[in-house]
């Protein structure tokens, strides 16, 4: 192997993993441990932070730098990277000049064979009826945000249009992204309560205040406690129940709104959803035309009975005259 594809593959083998014992690399390059400690210097001289690891075998670690130095990706992670970015206005993150301006870096050194798969991806964005217009959140807002729950500060912000009330404080908990808008789950201290604010009308006030052990998310779950907030509901539904689907978890997931699908093979899958009545939620697992068996509760086996029963009286009746 020529020295300079070595460095790559080398450098390649790094990114892949945190420890390398200087061994392993040898033998995966076909080089002495000499030559391994002499590769790993140049790429030092290039710029990138290799520590050595003590140990049996010694080794070597890519660490984190001061700038960020050039990367290598393999065939499917620079497709991954490439689409990503593509997609990333759809976010409303305030990051859809910059993510053009990473594509076409990133297209720019494409090899033609990945070139010419990405260019014969054309993504539109959709928005679902009825859903809010997508509205632009500043980045700077959002890693604020972000910096608050990883850190568990209370937030001091002003919310909504200017006026002269205080500002709200809350512990903030998770950020939610949905239809191109972004959402805090937080708990409202001066309400004591949960709440959704929406990130485009929040103006965070520094600093913030002092630090909050974090509460658990009524359910456990964030994805179906906000669901359960947009649909205009509590945190869970009265009556709530799961099914075994014959179906590959790819084609329910599209269709199962704030149900929850769990893989189960390539072929099956489970899905947990819920409704304000045991035959409206039979009815609705029966939209999928799939072979399906009830996983529980009793009350949803009793519920398919009835309903079977009352279409088939539907049926027997034939049409109205």
């Not at 949905?178 to 959704?196: C, F, K, Q």
């Not at 929850?260 to 939209?287: I, K, N, P, Y």
């Not at 399906?292 to 034939?318: C, I, N, Y």
Request: proline share 7%; hydrophobic share 40%; net charge neutral.
């Amino acid at each position: 192997m020529a020295p300079t594809s070595r460095l790559l593959t080398l450098l390649s083998l790094l990114q892949a993993r945190r420890d390398w014992p200087g061994s392993v690399l040898a033998s995966r390059l076909g080089i002495s441990d000499r030559t391994v400690r002499r590769d790993v210097d140049r790429l030092r001289e290039m710029g990138y932070r290799i520590s050595s690891t003590l140990g049996p075998d010694g080794g070597y670690r890519l660490d984190a730098g001061e700038e960020l130095p050039p990367l290598l990706f393999d065939d499917d992670q620079a497709l991954a990277v490439a689409i990503a970015l593509r997609t990333a206005p759809s976010l409303g993150a305030g990051i859809g000049e910059a993510a053009a301006r990473a594509l076409g870096t990133v297209r720019q050194v494409m090899p033609s064979r990945l070139r010419h798969r990405l260019d014969a991806l054309e993504v539109t964005t959709v928005t679902r009826p009825g859903a809010a217009a997508s509205t632009e959140v500043p980045l700077d807002v959002l890693v604020t945000l972000a910096q608050a729950i990883r850190d568990r500060h209370t937030l001091r912000f002003d919310y909504g249009d200017g006026d002269d009330r205080p500002p709200r404080r809350a512990e903030p908990h998770h950020l939610v992204t949905s239809d191109g808008r972004w959402y805090l789950v937080a708990w409202d201290l001066d309400r004591d309560d949960w709440r959704t604010y929406r990130v485009d009308r929040i103006r965070p006030r520094i600093p913030h205040g002092p630090t909050f052990s974090p509460r658990t998310v009524p359910g456990g779950d964030v994805d179906a406690f906000v669901s359960a907030r947009f649909r205009g509901g509590d945190a869970t539904w009265p009556c709530r129940g799961t099914v075994l689907l014959h179906l590959p978890a790819r084609d329910v997931r599209p269709f199962a709104g704030d149900g929850t699908v769990t893989e189960v093979d390539a072929h099956r899958c489970t899905l947990e959803a819920g409704s304000w009545s045991w035959e409206a939620l039979a009815a609705a697992f029966g939209r999928f035309e799939a072979p399906m068996e009830v996983v529980g509760p009793p009350e949803l086996s009793a519920a398919f009975a009835s309903l079977a029963e009352r279409l088939a009286r539907v049926a027997a009746a034939g049409p109205a005259s």
